[in-house]
């Protein structure tokens, strides 16, 4: 892929700091969220979910359901079964059914569906619906469910939609959905022959995404076929899976997406769109199907984990060789989980340079809810591990964690694990810049009396997830006006001003003046989703190759027109000129997949794995009392390598915002289960994110001085990198505060108290 920054040049628009483009829509309330969107004659869906975490369906009785009045209908598997004989779906795996069929494999999984025009109604109507369960064994923890005889699918459907999960399979009459390996040099060797070994296992815990926006979908239909207004972030993936549920062509199925009031991974791929479409054609009327807060904790999750790794270190501190058994807790159905553990489980090993590695992956099916896409994609669950880890060794061998971390990082034109080269990853200069703003080398107050003080740095990086495929269209009318035609969904990240930013650069336009088209399959082109930190780096290149396509038909038609062609393209004008009013349109289209090398299945090797890396450093201080063991994070350091920052200001919120959802799952958030797999915190009263209070009292944000050289005018993605090192710095330091260690994920006071107070009998009798 050639180049297509050129460092140094001066830039009009990009690098410079501007407001979001629909911010004054947002403060004034005038937003376009589905959530507000109201239908003539809709009726409202409210959703009986299982009580059992796994158990076979052997009634389900709704006649006093349907008889109370304002009662419309209730819609169980049968009814879908009648109109759409194959019911499944999943990005990954045709796994989940619209409605459970006969068995069902979490508590909280939708088994029918009550149809009103009063919501209030349809919730009562619940409460009617009787059903009986054949209650099943269930399986729960990760580790266990990989080796356990309580299967919880019999049957395993690959979709094989998408290039990379193309040899997707899973391992039949098992829990194992994925298994992916890297291997490289020779692991056993470099262990036997090592100065030191260190094995540790870390855990992490399943928590929620909760945006703010609740998942809702409207479905109708049409003389053309069907609508679907839904909060998505993959319009169109949720075409393409609609459009084969039905056995439709796409031509029939519509979806369309506003402003989403946050997303995090929660709305990707297909989550209501496929019950909405199925209720719309059983009762012929549109249906509006919104989740409460509570029930999204139900829907979708992100992976909890458990991640064993070895490490081989020279008396030096050069790690040699390292082993990792990553086994995520993917719940009752893949969903895209599958590309979680493959794309983050071959960056287990970390971002350093070890000549011998042994990484196994594994996605494995549990009796809890879905797990999926979550912001960071499943490398906080890694960076977790190995920085906790480097932390350790560290220690161990009495060397200052920077200086470890300096002596063993990746450096430009180094091969990672995977055989890939690292290209344009700031590491060295992410970990430096922490380190500054840290003033690492000074000496630091430890606190006084029961107060104690410690200090951490993290750092971590992402693959982009590839290939994946982004189109754009560029519009000029015969008044000068500008429009953009992008199926990326804008969910608070700033997406429609980086894309007119982007646009504005090419055709000298001010950004401010391009209107940016949401998200609708019936006119914006494909876009795969928005996620993965993907969207700058993948639909910036198409809108700037879209701008590009039609600066160059511009100029082709100065030269038709015999106009000077040295003269800056100017759209009203050629298109008054060619047509002799103001009429016509000058389009330009630009599509965009980056190279890509799948991995090889034994060795899990590939040359060209990703097309960038994306970086992201934290350093923390925090005071902790020893005798509650109760902590605060009194300073957070965030730098973050986004290549070349199209907005400045945007990319600084982003880190800042990724680093506090981090730290909501590094210290507070945890989905609590009972022994029989149900939630016991499901709402914002019991499960506790970061407020305002939470924040540290010093909080800053940096970008590191960087460029993607393939990368749209030299940029890459940072809605994730904030995320990475946020957990296992804190975990640092507060071992560098007090000597305590903590090894799962969230870190809770109770257990720094039980730490200290255990060792306190032993501090006594050895001063005795």
Same mark, same amino acid.
């Given at each position: 892929?050639?180049?297509?920054?050129?460092?140094?040049?001066?830039?009009?628009?990009?690098?410079?700091?501007?407001?979001?483009?629909?911010?004054?829509?947002?403060?004034?309330?005038?937003?376009?969220?589905?959530?507000?969107?109201?239908?003539?004659?809709?009726?409202?869906?409210?959703?009986?979910?299982?009580?059992?975490?796994?158990?076979?369906?052997?009634?389900?009785?709704?006649?006093?359901?349907?008889?109370?009045?304002?009662?419309?209908?209730?819609?169980?598997?049968?009814?879908?079964?009648?109109?759409?004989?194959?019911?499944?779906?999943?990005?990954?795996?045709?796994?989940?059914?619209?409605?459970?069929?006969?068995?069902?494999?979490?508590?909280?999984?939708?088994?029918?569906?009550?149809?009103?025009?009063?919501?209030?109604?349809?919730?009562?109507?619940?409460?009617?619906?009787?059903?009986?369960?054949?209650?099943?064994?269930?399986?729960?923890?990760?580790?266990?469910?990989?080796?356990?005889?309580?299967?919880?699918?019999?049957?395993?459907?690959?979709?094989?939609?998408?290039?990379?999960?193309?040899?997707?399979?899973?391992?039949?009459?098992?829990?194992?959905?994925?298994?992916?390996?890297?291997?490289?040099?020779?692991?056993?060797?470099?262990?036997?022959?090592?100065?030191?070994?260190?094995?540790?296992?870390?855990?992490?815990?399943?928590?929620?995404?909760?945006?703010?926006?609740?998942?809702?979908?409207?479905?109708?239909?049409?003389?053309?076929?069907?609508?679907?207004?839904?909060?998505?972030?993959?319009?169109?993936?949720?075409?393409?899976?609609?459009?084969?549920?039905?056995?439709?062509?796409?031509?029939?199925?519509?979806?369309?997406?506003?402003?989403?009031?946050?997303?995090?991974?929660?709305?990707?791929?297909?989550?209501?769109?496929?019950?909405?479409?199925?209720?719309?054609?059983?009762?012929?009327?549109?249906?509006?199907?919104?989740?409460?807060?509570?029930?999204?904790?139900?829907?979708?999750?992100?992976?909890?984990?458990?991640?064993?790794?070895?490490?081989?270190?020279?008396?030096?501190?050069?790690?040699?060789?390292?082993?990792?058994?990553?086994?995520?807790?993917?719940?009752?159905?893949?969903?895209?989980?599958?590309?979680?553990?493959?794309?983050?489980?071959?960056?287990?090993?970390?971002?350093?340079?070890?000549?011998?590695?042994?990484?196994?992956?594994?996605?494995?099916?549990?009796?809890?809810?879905?797990?999926?896409?979550?912001?960071?994609?499943?490398?906080?669950?890694?960076?977790?591990?190995?920085?906790?880890?480097?932390?350790?060794?560290?220690?161990?061998?009495?060397?200052?964690?920077?200086?470890?971390?300096?002596?063993?990082?990746?450096?430009?034109?180094?091969?990672?694990?995977?055989? &890939? +080269?690292?290209?344009?990853? !700031?590491?060295?200069? *992410?970990?430096?810049?922490? @380190?500054?703003?840290?003033?690492?080398? $000074? %000496?630091?107050?430890?606190?006084?009396?029961?107060?104690?003080?410690?200090?951490?740095?993290?750092?971590?990086?992402?693959?982009?997830?590839?290939?994946?495929?982004?189109?754009?269209?560029?519009?000029?009318?015969?008044?000068?006006?500008?429009?953009?035609?992008?199926? &990326? +969904?804008?969910?608070?990240? !700033?997406?429609?001003? *980086?894309?007119?930013?982007? @646009?504005?650069?090419?055709?000298?336009? $001010? %950004?401010?003046?391009?209107?940016?088209?949401?998200?609708?399959?019936?006119?914006?082109?494909?876009?795969?989703?928005?996620?993965?930190?993907?969207?700058?780096?993948?639909?910036?290149?198409?809108?700037?190759?879209?701008?590009?396509?039609?600066?160059?038909?511009?100029?082709?038609?100065?030269?038709?027109?015999?106009?000077?062609? *040295?003269?800056?393209?100017? @759209?009203?004008?050629?298109?008054?000129?060619?047509?002799?009013?103001?009429?016509?349109?000058?389009?330009?289209?630009?599509?965009?997949?980056?190279?890509?090398?799948?991995?090889?299945?034994?060795?899990?090797?590939?040359?060209?794995?990703?097309?960038?890396?994306?970086?992201?450093?934290?350093?923390?201080?925090?005071?902790?009392?020893?005798?509650?063991?109760?902590?605060?994070?009194?300073?957070?350091?965030?730098?973050?390598?986004?290549?070349?920052?199209?907005?400045?200001?945007?990319?600084?919120?982003?880190?800042?915002?990724?680093?506090?959802?981090?730290?909501?799952?590094?210290?507070?958030?945890?989905?609590?289960?009972?022994?029989?797999?149900?939630?016991?915190?499901?709402?914002?009263?019991?499960?506790?994110?970061?407020?305002?209070?939470?924040?540290?009292?010093?909080?800053?944000?940096?970008?590191?001085?960087?460029?993607?050289?393939?990368?749209?005018?030299?940029?890459?993605?940072?809605?994730?990198?904030?995320?990475?090192?946020?957990?296992?710095?804190?975990?640092?330091?507060?071992?560098?505060?007090?000597?305590?260690?903590?090894?799962?994920?969230?870190?809770?006071?109770?257990?720094?108290?039980?730490?200290?107070?255990?060792?306190?009998?032993?501090?006594?009798?050895?001063?005795?």
């Amino acid at each position: 892929m050639n180049s297509i920054d050129e460092p140094g040049l001066a830039r009009a628009h990009v690098g410079k700091s501007r407001h979001r483009l629909e911010s004054r829509a947002k403060v004034t309330g005038r937003a376009d969220y589905t959530h507000n969107l109201v239908l003539p004659g809709m009726l409202h869906a409210k959703i009986l979910r299982s009580t059992v975490a796994h158990g076979r369906i052997v009634s389900i009785d709704a006649s006093e359901a349907r008889q109370l009045p304002g009662v419309h209908a209730v819609v169980t598997a049968d009814d879908i079964l009648r109109l759409i004989p194959e019911p499944y779906f999943g990005p990954a795996f045709h796994d989940q059914p619209i409605l459970a069929i006969g068995k069902v494999r979490y508590v909280g999984e939708p088994v029918a569906v009550v149809l009103a025009q009063d919501p209030y109604v349809a919730e009562e109507a619940l409460h009617s619906i009787q059903v009986e369960y054949d209650e099943l064994l269930a399986v729960f923890d990760e580790e266990e469910a990989a080796k356990s005889e309580v299967i919880v699918h019999e049957v395993l459907k690959p979709a094989g939609t998408f290039p990379d999960l193309k040899h997707l399979a899973g391992q039949r009459d098992t829990n194992i959905a994925l298994d992916f390996t890297v291997r490289k040099g020779d692991v056993e060797s470099a262990f036997a022959s090592a100065d030191h070994v260190f094995e540790h296992t870390f855990r992490t815990q399943q928590v929620m995404h909760t945006p703010l926006e609740p998942m809702v979908t409207l479905a109708e239909l049409t003389d053309a076929g069907m609508t679907l207004h839904t909060a998505s972030q993959s319009p169109s993936f949720v075409r393409l899976e609609i459009a084969r549920l039905l056995n439709w062509p796409e031509a029939k199925v519509r979806v369309r997406t506003g402003l989403l009031g946050g997303g995090f991974g929660a709305k990707l791929y297909i989550k209501l769109e496929a019950l909405a479409a199925a209720l719309v054609l059983v009762v012929r009327r549109p249906v509006r199907v919104a989740l409460t807060m509570e029930e999204q904790f139900y829907t979708i999750t992100k992976h909890g984990t458990t991640f064993k790794i070895k490490t081989a270190v020279t008396g030096e501190g050069r790690i040699t060789a390292r082993r990792c058994e990553v086994w995520w807790n993917g719940g009752a159905y893949a969903d895209i989980g599958p590309r979680v553990t493959q794309k983050s489980g071959f960056t287990a090993a970390g971002p350093y340079d070890i000549e011998s590695v042994w990484i196994d992956s594994y996605q494995v099916y549990t009796n809890l809810p879905p797990a999926g896409a979550f912001r960071g994609f499943g490398i906080t669950q890694m960076v977790w591990a190995y920085e906790s880890q480097a932390d350790i060794i560290a220690r161990a061998l009495n060397i200052d964690p920077v200086q470890f971390r300096r002596l063993n990082l990746l450096r430009e034109g180094q091969p990672h694990a995977t055989g &890939t +080269v690292m290209k344009d990853a !700031a590491l060295i200069q *992410a970990l430096e810049r922490t @380190a500054e703003l840290m003033k690492w080398n $000074e %000496p630091q107050a430890k606190g006084k009396g029961t107060l104690r003080r410690g200090r951490g740095i993290g750092i971590g990086f992402k693959a982009l997830v590839a290939p994946t495929t982004s189109m754009a269209m560029v519009n000029l009318s015969a008044d000068g006006s500008c429009f953009i035609y992008s199926s &990326t +969904v804008d969910m608070g990240q !700033a997406s429609d001003t *980086a894309m007119a930013i982007i @646009a504005g650069e090419v055709l000298d336009i $001010e %950004p401010d003046a391009i209107r940016v088209i949401h998200p609708d399959t019936d006119v914006t082109p494909y876009d795969m989703a928005t996620l993965g930190s993907r969207s700058t780096f993948h639909m910036g290149h198409a809108v700037r190759l879209a701008a590009e396509d039609a600066l160059a038909k511009m100029r082709a038609l100065q030269t038709e027109l015999g106009l000077p062609t *040295a003269e800056k393209p100017n @759209a009203a004008q050629l298109l008054v000129t060619r047509y002799g009013m103001q009429a016509g349109n000058i389009i330009g289209i630009g599509s965009f997949v980056p190279e890509y090398l799948s991995p090889d299945k034994q060795s899990g090797q590939s040359s060209n794995i990703t097309p960038n890396w994306m970086v992201g450093a934290t350093g923390v201080e925090v005071e902790v009392d020893t005798e509650t063991g109760k902590f605060r994070v009194m300073r957070m350091l965030n730098v973050g390598d986004c290549g070349t920052a199209i907005n400045p200001r945007i990319v600084k919120t982003q880190l800042s915002g990724a680093a506090i959802m981090q730290l909501g799952a590094a210290l507070y958030e945890e989905m609590d289960f009972d022994e029989n797999g149900q939630l016991r915190n499901a709402s914002f009263a019991e499960y506790k994110i970061p407020g305002i209070h939470d924040v540290p009292q010093v909080f800053d944000t940096e970008i590191v001085d960087a460029c993607q050289h393939n990368g749209p005018f030299g940029a890459k993605g940072v809605g994730e990198s904030g995320t990475f090192g946020v957990a296992s710095a804190i975990a640092s330091a507060i071992e560098d505060a007090v000597g305590v260690r903590l090894y799962s994920m969230p870190l809770k006071y109770e257990l720094v108290c039980q730490a200290l107070h255990e060792r306190q009998p032993a501090q006594s009798r050895k001063q005795s």
